[in-house]
């Protein structure tokens, strides 16, 4: 590639991705709109996110050796607060209905209307194109402008509750932020997991109960 492509394309980069540095005095602030940016920190880079529904930081890879900048944390925040529990009982029977087959869902948010505190959520079935008892491979929907993807969640039929190396695939998209959840034994006493992807990495952070409203 021609050195002058080259520069473009590190402009654009620099442009839509740029690289901060942690400073001592006081921590960087939140990002102004939705996207993502790299900091540099004492003890890695992290990757600093906004979306409609969530901001936050994620650390995406370690130092090697302590770097002269300041600190920063791994933390998330969501402005669409809990999760309705009604949603995923809804998804729970889905599952199974569809047992020993799995089958796919998107929880999506919407955020409230000027003067309303509570957003619209909805759960969205997703088509399955292949399905057995080990996978499921869906089309994903197109959303419409104001609505956002928050949990990302399938089922695992009659198996435990766990991330696939297709899963690990799917999630590694640096542009999606969401919550990625499976339930498994879905006809008996059900389990969980969960994790956020962000930035291209996944970190777990417990159970999916943790984040639902019960009273919705």
Known sequence: MEASHLATLDAFVQRTT??????????????????????????????QFRRAWCRGA?????????????????????????????????FLELARLASPMEVAAWITWRAPPDGQQVGQWALRRLNS???????????????????????D?????LHDAHFSHTDDSDDADVSIVKIAAVIGRVTGEPNTAMRLCAAGVSHHFGELHEILDASR
């Open 153 to 157: 969640i399938h089922s695992h039929g």
């Open 18 to 47: 740029p690289v901060l540095v942690a400073a001592h005095a006081r921590p960087i602030d939140d990002l102004e709109t939705s996207g993502h940016r790299y900091i540099v920190a004492q003890d890695g880079v992290y990757a």
């Open 58 to 90: 994620v650390q995406v890879s370690r130092a090697a050796a302590p770097l002269p900048f300041g600190p920063q944390e791994t933390s998330v925040r969501f402005a669409c607060g809990r999760v309705p529990a009604s949603l995923v009982a809804q």
């Open 129 to 151: 194109i292949d399905a057995s008892g080990a996978h499921v491979v869906f089309d994903r929907p197109l959303l419409e402008a104001d609505e956002h993807l928050v949990v």
